[in-house]
Structures are given as structure tokens and as C-alpha cells.
């Protein structure tokens, strides 16, 4: 993989690699009051991987990889999406093996609102096992929405600054590995 240089916006510095990003939960995780979050209310269970919430709403962790125009590397933002209680149970049962050749992809919606974009929350996605101990790839539905264009058209190393800004020295997780 290419390894991208770029001027930070907040230091000024010339940085080489662009971390990736990603969310710690659900965007719906937070609209549950965090004394109901406690683990004797049981309202909300959140793990690094998955989220269930009312035991009627479930949610994984997955990869949005975002190619940078004109290099081979990419941005990969770590996001949340919602599966079917029956995707779910289908992808706890598979965390950590490689899945079947075959399996999927799930239907899912997008669960967090990324900066610098319209409206995320509830774009349409497609959600591939990765073999390998890696989250799950999505892909989303092929629309005009500005974030499904730079997903398939790839998105310029100045626009994706513009909306990273400085985000890019706050505290981050590798959004790829599962934990």
C-alpha cells in the first residue's frame, strides 16, 4: 500500500500515513442514558465489535474504506452498521473464524454520522465478512450521497483533509482489526 504525505491543518507538519478513524459505538448507543448503559440495567451492552440495544436492535463494527484519488492507498473510516437479529446471531457465531466462502453479504444500515457529509445515519449497506480476524467490509448502496461517490470514485488527498482537519491528532483506534 502507497503511503500517503500530507501538511496537517494543525501543526503545520508534513505527516506521512493517514491514520485511519473510527467510532467507538453506535450513533443509537448514545441516545440510551448512560445510568441505563450501566451493566446491571442491561439496556445497552457495547463491546469493541458489537452493540445490542434492547435486545432489539443489533449492531457490528465494520470498515468504510474510502479510496484516495490519483495514490493505491486508501482511508478507512470505523464505523457501526445494524444487522437483522438473524445476520447478528449468524455473525457472533462466526467472530474470530474465518466465515464460510459464500456467506453473505448482509443487508445493513449505517449507524453513525460522519463529518464533513450530509446526513449518514441509515445509508443502505452491504456488509462482507473479512477471513483473517479483520471486521467486516462495507459497501455502500450506489447513490449520489457525496460519501457512496467517494467510496466508488475515490475521494482527492485536499477534500479528505478538509473534512479530517483536526481529527487527525485525536486519540484513534485501528478501526480493522477485531478485538
Not at 456467506?103 to 449505517?110: H, R
Not at 459497501?139 to 488527498?157: F, N
Amino acid at each position: 500500500m502507497e503511503i500517503v504525505r500530507y501538511k496537517c491543518t494543525t501543526c503545520g507538519e508534513e505527516h506521512e500515513g493517514l491514520p485511519d478513524l473510527s467510532f467507538a459505538s453506535p450513533f443509537h448507543f448514545g441516545t440510551v442514558p448512560e445510568a441505563e448503559r450501566a451493566k446491571r440495567a442491561k439496556r445497552a451492552i457495547l463491546t469493541s465489535d458489537t452493540c445490542v440495544i434492547d435486545d432489539g436492535d443489533f449492531f457490528v463494527r465494520v470498515c468504510l474504506p474510502i479510496p484516495i484519488r490519483g495514490t493505491q492507498a486508501e482511508f478507512v473510516w470505523g464505523a457501526w452498521v445494524s444487522l437483522s437479529q438473524t445476520n447478528f446471531r449468524r455473525y457472533v457465531e462466526m467472530f474470530k473464524v474465518d466465515p464460510p466462502d459464500g456467506e453473505g453479504p448482509y443487508f445493513g444500515w449505517f449507524c453513525n454520522n460522519l463529518p464533513g457529509y450530509p446526513e449518514t445515519l441509515n445509508l443502505k449497506t452491504q456488509v462482507y465478512l473479512q477471513k483473517g480476524g479483520k471486521r467486516p467490509l462495507i459497501k455502500l448502496e450506489p447513490t449520489d450521497h457525496p460519501l457512496s461517490v467517494h467510496q466508488r470514485e475515490g475521494i482527492p488527498l485536499s477534500d479528505l483533509m478538509g473534512i479530517l482537519g483536526d481529527r487527525l491528532h485525536e486519540s484513534v483506534s485501528c478501526p480493522r482489526e477485531a478485538g
